[in-house]
């Protein structure tokens, strides 16, 4: 047994070593390591056997297995490493300009959307409010009705910080001002513009947000952009008129038509999630059209929960509001027509100057804000 272990180790690493590209490498992953893999199937064995055996066979098959586990990593980094010299090699940029050129730099699309965000909501009477990206417990979530046992806490995927995680071991953790974590949304500014400002407020919020989430359409840092009406007598009526003229305005036409769908997020009571009707151009997806072909969900929303309120010193029976939170991405990428969110942050010149726009062309209403 030693001795076939000893011939199978060597077999393997040689092939791995002997691997041209990652794909070669993978496919010795694959045959070694993966469900139907040579040394998964040996590792299956180890239950069948007796406690004495096991005792002699477990620590060589696991050895076996950590070789070759490493094995492939050092290959892969190597290959990796190769893969970006040969790049580096290839790709030149001449990040020099002439003296006399004009400024070559475009604005990113998630600027220019902030832009015309705050362009658009400044007409309506909102400003513009901020809140720091690292947060508390209790802002990000206990204010807003999400206590620490919710599920809600677990669905947000949340990057929690060590140093939170030291002052909880170490008992020294105060929920509202050890910052702990990274927010996950930016409703936590709806909380420090409540306890900041006194009422009536309206602001939008706009900035980046954290969750441990990547693919296509998501990215672990995101942008979202958080709307808060709080004043006399607001109803759902003020919430749904709100959306639909920023939403016009936005994407730049009138036949517009929105679906309101009940929905559940704990600081607002009822919740309302927002559709925007799009029709099928050449196969494409556009926002608008009176008659849609189907629905895109753009944003949740709702009346701000008595006990947010509350939370901040005011008295619900008073002051009443509506709150809503929508991805600036998502936006962006239906307006301009991006179909793949990533490269957003790979900082790709190419991508940036398809995709940016003039510093030169500020986005007003009475020019068209994305003009
Ligand atoms: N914070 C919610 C989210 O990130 C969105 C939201 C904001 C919903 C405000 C209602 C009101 O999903």
Known sequence: MTQDLNQMREHMLTAIAAASGLDALDACRVEALGKQGTITALLKTLGKMTPEERLVQGPQIQGLREAVANGIAERKATLERAALDARLASET??????????????????????????????????????????????????????????PARAMHDTFYLQQGIDAKAAGTADEKTTFSL???????????????????????????TYRSDSDATHTPMFHQ??????????????????????????????????????????????SVEIDVGYTLVKGKRVVGGAEPDGWLEILGSGMVHRKVIEACGLDPDEWQGFAFGCGIDRLAMLKYGMDDLRPFFDGDIRWLKHYGFSSLDVPTLSGGVGA
């Open 225 to 270: 952009v958080e709307g808060l009406v709080i004043d006399k007598g607001i109803t759902l009526g003020h919430l749904k008129w709100t959306l639909e003229t920023f939403v016009k305005a936005f994407f730049e036409r009138d036949d517009i038509v929105l679906r309101l769908r009940p929905s559940y997020f704990p600081f607002t009571e009822p």
């Open 93 to 150: 940029l001449d990040m020099t300009l002439p003296a006399d050129a004009m400024p070559a730099g475009t604005i990113h699309p998630v600027s220019q959307v902030m832009d015309e965000l705050a362009e658009i909501f400044a007409d309506l009477g909102f400003a513009v409010a901020t809140g720091p990206e690292i947060e508390t417990d209790w802002h990000n979530f206990t204010a807003l009705n999400i206590p620490e046992t919710h």
């Open 182 to 208: 990274l927010r996950t949304h930016t409703s936590p500014v709806q909380i420090r513009t409540m306890l900041s400002q006194k009422p009536p407020i309206r602001i939008i919020a706009p900035g980046r």
